[in-house]
């Protein structure tokens, strides 16, 4: 396999691992706010996401993908409010572990690395494109 169609196959399988990110990240955080259904349950456990690597055997190279994501054992937040159906005796509401700005700054990161992903193929793209015209110019 060329070095360039290899790029754009390592290119590919990181859009496709940053893509995953993101989606675990929004599932994070339209998760944040909510609770258990009553005293006793619990409330959405944030998930990270996890990047492993596999040997693409046809074409010998080692590409990106995303696992499954492993649960977030950090400690629930807890509000005192009393008066919500998940109350435990004291009054207090389990609150999923899903701090918003970590996420933000996770989507931030899962967002540049998808870009300069794309930026590898746009370049891989236009050497290709300027390697034709030199070809066709003899």
């Not at 996890?50 to 492993?70: C, N, W, Y």
């Not at 700054?105 to 030199?134: C, G, H, K, P, Y």
């Amino acid at each position: 396999m060329t070095d360039m169609s290899s790029a754009l196959k390592i290119a590919a399988a990181g859009m496709r691992a940053q893509s995953s990110r993101m989606r675990v990240i929004a599932e994070n955080v339209a998760n944040a706010g909510s609770t258990a259904t009553g005293p006793d349950g619990q409330p959405y456990r944030r998930k990270i996401p996890v990047f492993a690597e596999e040997l693409d055997r046809a074409t010998g190279v080692r590409l990106v993908h995303m696992s499954q994501p492993i649960a977030d054992t950090s400690k629930f937040r807890s509000v005192y409010d009393p008066g919500h159906p998940a109350a435990d005796a004291k009054g207090f509401v389990k609150y999923p572990n899903v701090n918003s700005m970590v996420e933000l700054m996770d989507m931030r990161e899962a967002q540049r690395s998808f870009e300069a992903n794309i930026s590898v193929i746009e370049n891989s793209r236009a050497m290709l494109s300027r390697t034709l015209e030199l070809l066709r110019s003899r």
